[in-house]
Structure formats: C-alpha cells, structure tokens
C-alpha cells in the first residue's frame, strides 16, 4: 500500500485539546488536563473510574484490524483511503496514514477543513462540490498549499460549469481534480448512462487548464436488495460500468496526465471492487482507490455480517487467518429489573447507533470482582431504547442485578462515533490507555 501525504506537524491543535467533566464519560469534578496525559490518570473501566455510559476503543482489536486491511489490500496492488466520516478522529486519520494509506476520503467540505487543520494534504472528498463558501474554501486550500491533493466528484454539465466558472474567476494556479461519478437507477448521486458521463468528462476536457479529468468513481455499498447473490451480481455489474465509463474517457482522451483514479469500495463489498478493477484494461497506470471507513473498528451486527459474506466470497480474505474484530464497545449500568425478563440500562440512543440494529449485549462485569467481563450467552437482546434508555430482554433464569455493567457492541461504528466527543482507549484488561476525539 503506498504511503499518502500525513501531517506536517503532530497531530493536534495549536493549544492541546482538554478533556474535563463535561465532557462524557468524564468523572465529575475532573479538572481540565491536556487529552495526552490521560493514561496517568490511573483510570480503569472495571473499577468504576469512569461514569457510565461509556465508549471505549480496544487497542487490541484496532492494531489487528489495521494489520488484516493492510495485508489485504496489499494483495491486490490497491491503494485505501478509508472513509473519515466514520470516525471524524483525526488520531485515527494519523494511524490509517501511518499503517499505509494513500489518503483520507471525506464526504463534506466540513471534514476537508478538519483534515487540513490536522495537516492531512492527501483528501479525495467521494461527493460533489457544490455552493459559494464550499468552492471558495477549496480553492483557497489548493492556491495556499502546493502540497495539498485534492480530489471530488462531478456527475453534471451543471456542476462542471459552476466549478469551471469558479475556478476561472479566481485565476487558479492549479486544477481542481475531478472523478466522474457513475450511479444507477433509483440510487443516489452519479450519471446513470455512459453517454451522461461521457458528456460530463468532455465538460471538463473543455474547461482544461482550470480543471483535471483524474478518474471515475462510484459507490457500490447501496446495492442491497435481493439475497447475497443477487447484490453480488449487481455490484459487479455497476463495476463493469464503472470501467466501460473509464474506458470510453481514456479512448477519447479525456484524462488529465497522471495515473487514471479508479474509486470505489464502501465497507461491505471492496473485496469485488479490488477484484473486479484488477484488470481494468485501460492501457494507462491506474491507481485502485478503495474507501472502506469501517474495517478500522469494525461492529458487532451489521457489518460482522458483511464480512461473513465477504469471508465466504473471498479465498484471499480467509487465507489471512484470523478476521476483523470489534473493537468498540459502549459501557452502561443495569439500572432497574422491573420484571423477571427485563433489565434497563443506562445507555440510549443518544449514546448508540441503531440504524442498522440494535446494540449487542457481548458480557457484563460485576462491580467488586477481580476477573475479567464475563460473556453473556445466547438470550440476551436489547429490543428498543430511548434517548437514555435500553431495553435488555434477558433469559428468565438470569441473575443479572441492578449495578452490574453491560458491555454492548453496536451495529454501524458510524452513528456511534458521532455522539462522542471523546473515546477512551482501553488494554484488554481495560485500563485507560490514551484518548480520541472526534470532530463531527
């Protein structure tokens, strides 16, 4: 995996970022301290030194994760550029860019301003870039830094003139690099035929030397209907088009010099994408750009079950031993036992993710004991939640008590992430390592 343009400086603002107690998952009364010296403070998640609820990124599982992807992608002669909206954390930016990555993709000029306050130089933003203050701001970025590498989608005549029109008005220095954006029917944004994206390509042909023509994008992890079959067939047939679309600009010579960018590849199927533009068949270098911004926590639902998927699709993914794990857990308290096969907990939806599912009950730890959380066997499900509420269905037989702690996976590290403004990193024996904050 080729390494991507980091930080010119250390990750972090100009004045340290202080954590104090209102911050959550902070102890009351908790003075402000600069975020690195969290792990003198001593704290341990099982002793009760943090308040419940709680996020916390296992250390062991993040490394083995960015182990497996790397190796992974590596095979392919790929290149990754994970997805920063997952986790919106720019010291897990440095640790993507660190362990390999050619570069971070956002989906907003929001999270290009976070990467360039942390020093990113290397974005491929996988949306179009639209409105005054959003154009301004780039442009801006690429005339201030000749350093910075930025690339974003186009999938109309209407959007090619409006960034034409911007970047001709301001005598840019550089081009603003585009990708033309292939869709489907019923999906969400990119051109729909060839002949549209043909027709977009040309726009910005034309509007050479203010923009770059660098590749072709498109995003396949919408394709979800039918059974796994039938998504897989889908997903491969909208990669096919992808390349004929690639093919046809490069026939006409559309491109802007450089390596030909093909993008796609969510968190669900870039195992198809890196084979199916393996043999892309242009006749130019190409550079395979794939975008997956889950791998790095992983879940415990929803995308534990597209890796399964992926798992039983791919020989390449099984052969490298043991697969991706979760790595982040939310902590919360049994808070009431109000009937026989009912506990609450003290977690909601203003703590957990539930679009794709419910939270996961993984083990429960009793206040006291000195062994490690217990894990909770089949019987257990969290069925609904409030803003602060969990309802945990559990086995009539349960012993679970009011006070104990409930480790809970979730499903989708993405709605997660985004109601924390700090994590907790934890050992496996969950002593507060370090900490992450999140810029959403």
């Keep these: 995996m080729s390494t991507g343009h980091g930080p010119s400086h250390p990750i972090g603002l100009a004045e340290p970022t202080l954590i104090d107690h209102r911050m959550k998952g902070v102890p009351g009364g908790t003075a402000p301290f600069a975020m690195e010296d969290v792990a003198a403070k001593g ?106 590498d930025f690339y974003c989608l186009v999938d109309s005549p209407e959007g090619v003139h409006m960034l034409a029109q911007a970047a001709r008005a301001r005598g840019a220095g550089r081009p ?17 035929d060839l002949e549209a994206a043909l027709g977009v390509a040309r726009g910005v042909k034309v509007a050479e030397p203010y923009l770059a023509l660098r590749g072709v994008e498109g995003f396949e992890g919408l394709l979800m209907l039918g059974t796994p079959e039938e998504q897989v067939s889908r997903v491969d047939a909208f990669l096919v088009f992808l390349l004929d679309i690639a093919v046809a600009c490069e026939r006409e010579g559309l491109f802007a010099d450089g390596p030909i960018i093909l993008s796609a590849g969510g968190s669900a199927f870039y195992d198809r994408v890196l084979e199916g533009f393996a043999q892309a068949g242009i006749g130019r270098d190409v550079r395979v750009v794939t975008r997956s911004g889950c791998y790095l926590t992983h879940d415990s639902e929803f995308y534990r079950e597209q890796f399964r998927r992926l798992l039983e699709r791919s020989p390449e993914a099984r052969g490298l031993g043991d697969g991706l794990q979760a790595a982040l857990e939310v902590w919360s308290y049994v808070q009431s036992r109000p009937e026989p096969q009912l506990a609450l907990l003290t977690m909601g939806k203003r703590d957990c993710g539930f679009d794709l599912g419910m939270p996961v009950p993984l083990a429960y730890s009793r206040p006291g004991r000195r062994e490690r959380p217990q894990p909770l066997p089949p019987g257990y499900a969290i069925v609904a939640m409030n803003d602060q509420h969990a309802y945990l269905v559990v086995p009539p037989e349960s012993e679970l008590r009011v006070g104990d702690m409930i480790a809970s996976g979730i499903s989708h590290p993405c709605l997660t992430f985004d109601r924390w403004q700090i994590m907790f990193m934890v050992d496996d024996d969950y002593n507060v390592t370090s900490a992450i904050r999140t810029y959403f």
């Design 176 to 192: 603003l690099q585009l990708l033309v954006e292939g869709g489907y029917r019923d999906g969400r944004t990119g051109c729909r």
């Design 43 to 148: 704290w341990n998640l099982l002793r009760e030194d943090l308040p419940l609820p709680v996020a916390v990124l296992r250390e062991s599982a993040l490394e083995h994760n960015s182990r497996w992807m790397r190796r992974f992608v590596e095979r392919s002669r790929a290149v990754l550029a994970p997805h920063g909206k997952t986790t919106m954390s720019p010291q897990l930016f440095r640790r993507q860019i660190d362990d390999g990555a050619w570069g971070i993709t956002v989906a907003t000029v929001h999270q290009v301003q976070v990467c360039r306050e942390f020093g990113f130089s290397r974005v491929l933003m996988a949306n179009q870039l639209i409105g005054r203050q959003a154009i301004r701001y780039i442009l801006d970025e690429i005339d201030r830094d000749a350093d910075f």
